[in-house]
Structures are given as C-alpha cells and as structure tokens.
C-alpha cells in the first residue's frame, strides 16, 4: 500500500493517537516493570524452581496468545472499547492475585489472568477504525514507539521500585496502572464506531498467513522471545556472576538503554529513507543474533555482557517500533485486522516460548550461556530465512 508521506494527521486523529499510545504505554508500563524482577522473585517463594521462574515470566504470554484473535473477533462483534475496558479489567485482577501470590504457582497463575486481557488487537484495530489509510503506518508507528519507550522506563525502573516496596508492591503499581489506562479509555478516548465490518474471520486468517507476511509474524514470535529469554538469563548473571544485587540493577539497565539510541535511531532513520524497507529489518535481525550471541559466550565479563545488551536494545527498539508499521502497510486494506491479530498472537506466543524455554534450559543445568545461545540461533534463523524471502521478492511491503 502506498502511503503519502506528506499527509498531517487532523486533530480527531491526533487525539486518538495520543491516548492510545498513552493506554498502551501505560499498560505496558505496568507489565513491563514486573520483567526485570519477576524471575528472582519466583525463584525466592515455596516452589520456586528455575522452571517455575521461567513459566512466571511467560505465562503471560501464552494467554494472551490463546485471547488475541478471539478479542479480536469480539470486539468486531461488539465493538472496541467494551472488549478493552474488560482485558484492562482482567489485567488489574492478575495483579491483585499477583499481589497476594504466596507461592511459585500462586504466582503463575496470577501472571496467567493478567494475560487473559487481551486488548492488543482491540486497539490497534480501534486505531485504524480512527485513522485515514494515509496516516495509519505513521500512527501504528508511533504506539510502536510509545512501547518501546514504557520498557526502556520499566526496565530502568523496575528493579529500583522492587528494591523500594518489594516485588508484591510492583504487582499493586501494575494494578493501579492499570485503573489509570481504564480512565483513559473511558473519559479521553474519541468516540467512534467499525470503520467497517470485517470479513469473515476463517478466510481473512488464510489470506492473511498466505500473503506471505510471514517474516513479520516469525520476527516479532523471535523479539519477544529473545526478551523474555534474555530477562531470565541477564538477572542471574548480574547476581550471581557480578555480584549485583537486584535493587541496584537499573545502574546497569540506564546506560544501556541511552547507548542503544545511538543504534535505534539510525536505524529508524534507514528505514525510512530506504525503498527496501526489509533491509534494515535483516540487519536489526543480525544484530539481535550477534547481541545474543556475545551475552551467551562473554556474560562473564562485565564489561562484554552490557555492550551487548546495548546492541541487544538498539535491535529490539527498532524492531519494536517498526515490525507492525511495515506490517500494516504490506498487508493491505482489507486484511490488515486479521493481520494484525495474528501478529500480536505471535508476539506474546515468543513471550511465553522464551520464558519456558530459559526456565527448561536452566532447569536442564545448560545455564545462562545456553539459554542466550538458543534465543541467538533462533534471531539468526529469522534474519536468515527473511533474507530469503527478501531474495525471491516474498512478502515485500510497500
């Protein structure tokens, strides 16, 4: 689809722009705070295996992957902003639950309900409901930009708050981040209606997995797992390794995140510029792997292991921001809704894959190397076989 690149968002899309990435900053936000702590703090309640840890940080995921195209489906039904205020609901529930888990599956559980709230497809389909096709990549874009935002900030913050009011109270800040996304929705969203009936679920689902925008779906499956993997490893390794205790963290995770603008923002800037936007994509993909790669062999060293996060972040920002810009553009008009579902499907299944992945590997004694290795090789698989795609001219986006 060609987008005009002069088209200026009008004000009713501006406001609508803004408070939803401001709901899904502040969602995320609140989930996101509970990412850098949550493993050591599984491992410390009755119960805690390096397994459970695992599953702890993912089991989010797996529901939210199982409710995306089902929330998506209803909300076509019954409309977007029930179907939000009641997965935002949800969210709250599981960080009550998470408040009060005294043991290792009592915190499964709780991470479990939090991703029964399934509103990502929800709301970006209520984005493109309020946004003309002109501006829609740019205002997908810019939610991208506002999540990526919310993990720098939680991933900084989230380890200095748990060292201030416990693991427990983050889960009760989540909780109340939660409450300030549901006013969100309910007193400064824009008003509006389905731009228009989606098709029947079944063939748009089809169309949508044979349009070959498969390197998107596989490249975000590969983000999230490579996230979720990478925040059981990377804890551990500051511990027990460089004798970091887990309040003081974010000492580590703030210079980080500045030095991996200086990757970001270059590559936001290719992107832009290049007609073949699936190059910088590839090579945000190459650096994931080799960011994995140097965490798995040289997290021993200090110094090696936060050079790599910061390549690791530079990745991961961009292709954060930019996989489902690229994506809404490539699928078109009318398969954008089914695509997009099934690329928020696939972004919390690689949560739940890395989380359970990393506690079975660490479980089976292969360690923080291993469990960096594997997600490297699974970044190097993606980069490799969208190099391909790229090559045979499949799932090119306009």
Do not use: K
Not at 5 to 26: D, I, K, Q
């Amino acid at each position: 689809m060609s987008v005009d690149a002069g088209a200026a968002l009008v004000p009713s899309e501006r406001r609508a722009v803004a408070t939803l990435s401001a709901v899904y900053a502040t969602r995320m936000l609140g989930l996101f705070l509970l990412l850098p702590v949550l493993a050591l703090h599984a491992g410390s309640l009755p119960g805690g295996t390096p397994l459970m840890a695992g599953l702890a940080v993912g089991a989010y995921g797996l529901t939210q992957a199982l409710l995306q195209i089902p929330f998506g489906m209803w909300s076509d039904r019954w409309g977007r902003r029930p179907l939000i205020v009641a997965g935002l609901s949800l969210q709250v529930l599981g960080s009550v639950l998470g408040w009060a888990a005294s043991s290792a599956w009592a915190l499964v559980a709780a991470r479990a309900v939090q991703g029964l709230g399934a509103v990502s497809g929800p709301a970006l389909a209520l984005l493109a409901d309020l946004t003309r096709p002109a501006v829609r990549t740019r205002a997908m874009a810019i939610v991208g930009i506002s999540i990526g935002a919310s993990l720098v900030l939680s991933l900084v913050a989230g380890p200095a708050l748990a060292g201030w009011i416990g693991v427990r109270g983050v889960f009760a800040a989540t909780g109340l981040l939660g409450l300030l996304a549901l006013l969100l929705v309910l007193v400064a969203l824009p008003a509006g209606g389905l731009a228009r009936r989606a098709p029947r679920p079944g063939p748009a689902i089809r169309d949508a997995l044979a349009r070959g925008l498969w390197p998107h779906y596989a490249g975000v499956l590969v983000l999230h797992l490579t996230l979720t993997a990478t925040f059981i490893s990377v804890p551990l390794a500051l511990r027990d390794l460089h004798g970091i205790p887990g309040p003081e963290h974010w000492r580590s995770y703030l210079p980080v995140f500045a030095l991996s603008l200086l990757l970001t923002l270059p590559l936001l800037l290719w992107s832009e510029r290049t007609p073949r936007t699936r190059l910088p994509l590839l090579a945000a993909g190459l650096l994931l792997a080799a960011a994995q790669a140097a965490i798995g062999l040289g997290h021993g060293d200090r110094l090696v292991l936060l050079a790599a996060l910061v390549g690791y972040f530079g990745a991961f920002n961009f292709l954060e921001a930019r996989l489902p810009a690229s994506l809404s553009a490539a699928a078109g008009e009318e398969l954008r809704g089914a695509a997009l579902g099934l690329f928020a499907t696939c972004q919390f299944l690689g949560a739940f894959a890395g989380g359970a992945l990393g506690g079975l590997l660490l479980a089976a004694g292969s360690g923080i190397g291993g469990v960096s290795l594997v997600a490297g090789a699974g970044a190097l698989g993606w980069a490799l076989l969208a190099a391909r795609a790229e090559a045979n001219g499949a799932g090119r986006s306009g």
